[in-house]
Nanobody, 116 residues
């Protein structure tokens, strides 16, 4: 079992930055690929970024490439999403995900709102 708690969301003006954090508790954090997903009102949940167990590979949605960076600290059981040059269309609830072959876990989400 893995429990995930996101933090760091908020209201930011366009062009601003936010850093989301996801704290994981439970066993074997380093065995999980970690990801950030988001869901805007009226839309399906979509992948934002993923990172493999030991951060050997990162994957980003085209819409965030060059603006967002995912990272993880296995010693602290943390995963982060640095978001720069934020756009109004980045407004969504952001969810942390832990995934491996036979199990997957989600956090409760953190709201990110980009507005002037």
């Amino acid at each position: 079992q893995v429990q995930l708690v996101e933090s760091g969301g908020g209201l930011v003006q366009p062009g601003g930055s936010l850093r989301l954090s996801c704290a994981a508790s439970g066993s074997s954090f380093s065995s999980y690929a970690m990801g950030w997903y988001r869901q805007a009102p009226g839309k399906q949940r979509e992948l934002v970024a993923t990172v493999t167990s030991y951060a050997s590979r990162r994957n980003y949605a085209d819409s965030v490439k060059g603006r967002f960076t995912i990272s993880r600290d296995n010693a602290k059981s943390m995963v982060y999403l640095q978001m720069n040059s934020l756009l109004p269309e980045d407004t969504a609830v952001y969810y942390c995900n832990a995934n491996r072959r036979y199990d997957s876990y989600w956090g409760q989400g953190t709201q990110v709102t980009i507005s002037s």
